[in-house]
């Protein structure tokens, strides 16, 4: 109704901020939210229209938005370097706040190693090898990143791995990683690293309870498929 107008001549009602003031901000649509970060359009376009540019270009899918880094955004005219940067800290809030205080967390099972590490890597597209210590009852210790690598694989020193379980004095650990590209599938470089680290962690008595893959779409568990 208002595509390519400036959002000062529609209807006061109609405009983001005064509606989100009069309704809440719940209803407010996708492109709505993103136009009030964005803040301002361009001479063709409103802050909305480049919103609405936006998602289109990810089919309407909030967490390809997420994904999207500074270039991808800036690809869109009207979408300078601090826009997207502004866009990008907001999801990484988004991120963070879903994180819970490590102190509270007991994982004793795939799908809740799954939802700790969704907000972590489900979003990116490079890969990063991450792992889970715990004590004796399964209680969050601390949880390490590894390695970060392309985007097809990343580089695992074992060492470093094992080294973090002895410093902070865990007795069992979770394997981590994510895949861009979406296949939850492992390849042969997986399961022979997943093995060769369960191999390690039973001559120093540090077991490994799982080795998780995960996708902006779900996650592999070693464990669920019986494979450690």
């Known amino acids: 109704m208002y595509q390519n107008q400036p959002i000062k001549q529609w209807v006061l009602e109609d405009r983001p901020r005064e509606k989100m003031m009069k309704r809440g901000i719940d209803a407010l649509t996708d492109s709505e939210l ?40 800036c690809k ?40 700790y590490f969704k907000p972590i890597l489900a979003d990116l597209n490079i890969e990063e ?4 210590l715990l004590n004796q009852r399964n209680k969050l210790i601390k949880s390490v990143k590894i390695s970060q690598g392309g985007i097809s694989s990343t580089s695992v020193d074992v060492r470093l791995i094992f080294k973090a379980a002895l410093d902070f004095y865990a007795t069992k650990i979770i394997l981590v990683h994510n895949h861009p590209s979406g296949n939850l599938t ?35 568990s070693y464990a669920d498929k019986n494979l450690l």
Not at 82 to 107: D, H, P, Q, W, Y
Not at 129 to 132: A, D, K, Q, T, Y
Not at 191 to 208: A, H, P, Q, S, Y
């Open 34 to 73: 993103i136009a009030l970060l964005i803040g301002s359009g361009n001479k063709k376009a409103s802050a909305v229209d480049l919103s609405i540019q936006i998602l289109h270009g990810v089919n309407n899918d909030l967490d390809l938005v997420a994904r999207m880094n500074c270039e991808d955004l």
């Open 76 to 115: 869109i005219k009207g979408i300078g370097k601090a826009k997207a940067m502004l866009l990008m800290a907001t999801f990484e809030l988004g991120r963070r706040r879903s994180l819970v205080s490590n102190r509270e967390i007991i994982i004793n099972c795939s799908e809740k190693t799954y939802q």
């Open 129 to 132: 090898f991450h792992v889970l």
């Open 186 to 220: 492992p390849s042969i470089q997986d399961n022979e690293m997943t093995f060769r680290i369960v191999d390690l962690g039973k001559m120093i008595e540090i077991n490994v309870l799982d080795h998780l893959i995960i996708t902006n779409n779900g996650y592999f």
